[in-house]
C-alpha cells in the first residue's frame, strides 16, 4: 500500500526524520489558513503548493509550484486542485488531484547553496537483506543516474542481526561528501529513517530529494513510502489511511471479494485457482498467441459465487477477447466448479460475449467435464494444457 506524500512525512516525522514541514488542504481557502499556520510555526514567507496523488515527477507535470505569498497560495491552490496531473509515471490522461500539500519553503538563500541528495531504503531481494541506496545527484530522475553514471550510486547493506551501525551511518554522510554539523544531522537522519523502515514494515522509502539547507540541516522534501500489506493487520493505523481513490477500481473491488486480481495490458481474461497456476496460465496464454490481461487468482474456494465475482471482474475489462478457466480441483472438487461456472454463466449469460474456455483437472474432472457439455453453454472444456492452449489460439485468430 502506497502512503501519499504528506501521509508518508508524518509517519517518518514520528520516528524522529527532520522533514519540510506542511499541512493539507482541499480547497484554497484551507490552503491559505495552512500557509498562515506554517507562517506562525516556522516564520516561512514563501511557500510549496505540492499536488497529492500517488505518482512521482509531479513537479514535471506542474504538480509542485513555489508561491511567493499567501495570495499566490491560494491562485496556484485553485489551479492544482481539480486538474488532471500527467507525469511521467501516470497513463495519459494522468490522476486528478484531491488535496495539495501547502509546505514551508526550504530552500531559502544562507551561507552555503541548499543541495539534494537521493536516498531509498529497500530489500535486497538476492542477499535477503534491507539495504540503503542513495546519491549524491538528487532531485532528478535516478533511473537516469544508474543509466548515465552509476558510480555515483552507493549501497549500505545492512545486517539484519545488528541493525544500522553508527559506522554505516558514517560512512553515508562521508560518501555524500559532508562534513562538520552536516555530517552529525546526516547521520541522525540515516539512523531515524532505518528505524521508521524496520519498525513500520515498510517495503520502500523512497526520499528524493534529501535536502541539506542553506543552513546544514537535513530533511525529507519528498517521500515515497510503500508499507508492506502482509504487515498492514499490525498497524491498523496506517491501514486507515489507504486511499481508494488512487488505486484501479477493478481491483480495489476484486479485494473487497477476497479475490487476489491485478490488472494488466493483454486481452486474454484468465481464472485460476493458486498463484503458481496463475503464473504458468499467463504463460500459457504467452504462448499461444495472447496476452493475459489479469492475473486473478481465486483461491481454495471455487463456488458459484467466487466464479461469479471473478467473470464480472474480468469482464468490466472491455480488452477481454477470451476468458480461461484453469482450475485444478485439489481440494475443492472439480464437478464443483464446473457447476459454479454453469451457474455462474446463466445468471450472467447475456453480459458474456467473448467464448470461455475452462480447463477442470484432478477430482472428478471427468464428471466436470461432461457436466460443462451437456449444459449446452458454449462454453469449450479441455483436459490437457496443451488443448487450452490451442483453443486459445484457435479463439483469438
Ligand atoms: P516530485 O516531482 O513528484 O518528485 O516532487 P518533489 O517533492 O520531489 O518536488 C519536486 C521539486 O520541487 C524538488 O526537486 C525541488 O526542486 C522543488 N521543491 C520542493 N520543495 C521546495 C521548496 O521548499 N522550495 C523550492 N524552491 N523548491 C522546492
Ligand atoms: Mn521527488
Redesign the pocket.
Known amino acids: 500500500m502506497n502512503l501519499h506524500?504528506y501521509q508518508g512525512k508524518e509517519m517518518l516525522n514520528s520516528f524522529g526524520v527532520r522533514i519540510?514541514r506542511g499541512i493539507v488542504a482541499t480547497t484554497p481557502e484551507e490552503a491559505v489558513e495552512a500557509a498562515k499556520k506554517l507562517t506562525k510555526e516556522t516564520g516561512t514567507s514563501?511557500y510549496?503548493v505540492?499536488a497529492q496523488v500517488h505518482?512521482?515527477?509531479?513537479?514535471?507535470?506542474g504538480?509542485?509550484k513555489?508561491a511567493k505569498s499567501q495570495d499566490e497560495v491560494k491562485s496556484i491552490a485553485n489551479d492544482i486542485l481539480g486538474m488532471m496531473l500527467v507525469?511521467p509515471q501516470t497513463s495519459a490522461e494522468g490522476k486528478l488531484v484531491n488535496q495539495v500539500l501547502i509546505?514551508?519553503?526550504?530552500?531559502y538563500p544562507g551561507d552555503n547553496e541548499p543541495e539534494?541528495y537521493y536516498m531509498s531504503v529497500l530489500l535486497n531481494r538476492e542477499t535477503g537483506r534491507n539495504m540503503i541506496m542513495y546519491s549524491t545527484e538528487?532531485?532528478m530522475d535516478i533511473e537516469k543516474v544508474a543509466d548515465e553514471t552509476p558510480h555515483l550510486i552507493f549501497n549500505e547493506e545492512i545486517d539484519p542481526a545488528l541493525g544500522l551501525l553508527p559506522f554505516q551511518a558514517r560512512k553515508i554522510a562521508f560518501n555524500l561528501g559532508l562534513s562538520g554539523g552536516a555530517l552529525k544531522e546526516m547521520m541522525k537522519f540515516v539512523s531515524s529513517l532505518y528505524t521508521a523502515y524496520v519498525k513500520s514494515d515498510s517495503s520502500l522509502f523512497e526520499i528524493?530529494?534529501v535536502?541539506k539547507t542553506s543552513d546544514d540541516k537535513i530533511m525529507a522534501?519528498?517521500a515515497k513510502v510503500t508499507l508492506d500489506n502482509s504487515a498492514l493487520f499490525r498497524h491498523k493505523d496506517y491501514a486507515e489511511l489507504r486511499d481508494l481513490r488512487e488505486e484501479n477500481p477493478i481491483e480495489v473491488e476484486a479485494d473487497a471479494a477476497g479475490l487476489s486480481y491485478v490488472d494488466l495490458d493483454g486481452n486474454v481474461g484468465c481464472m485460476v485457482n493458486g498463484a503458481g497456476l496463475a503464473m504458468s496460465t499467463m504463460d500459457l496464454i504467452k504462448q499461444s498467441g495472447g496476452d493475459p490481461a489479469n492475473f486473478l487468482d481465486v483461491g481454495g474456494t471455487a463456488d458459484a459465487e467466487r466464479v461469479e465475482i471473478g467473470f464480472r471482474i474480468i469482464l468490466k475489462d472491455p480488452n477481454v477477447k477470451a476468458i480461461l478457466i484453469n482450475i485444478f480441483g485439489g481440494i475443492v472438487r472439480c464437478d464443483r466448479v464446473a457447476e459454479g461456472i454453469v451457474e455462474a454463466y446463466k445468471n450472467m449469460g447475456d453480459e458474456i460475449k467473448v467464448p470461455i474456455i475452462v480447463r477442470l483437472q484432478g477430482t472428478n474432472a471427468k464428471e466436470a467435464k461432461v457436466l460443462i457439455d451437456e449444459s449446452g453453454l458454449p462454453v469449450h472444456s479441455v483436459v490437457e494444457f496443451q488443448e487450452a492452449a490451442d483453443k486459445v489460439h484457435e479463439v483469438l485468430a
Not at 509546505?103 to 530552500?107: A, G, I, N, P, W
Open positions: 506524500e519540510q514563501w510549496v505540492k505518482a512521482g515527477g509531479r513537479g514535471k507535470g504538480g509542485v513555489l507525469t509546505t514551508e519553503d526550504v530552500y539534494e538528487g532531485g528524493n530529494p535536502l522534501v519528498d
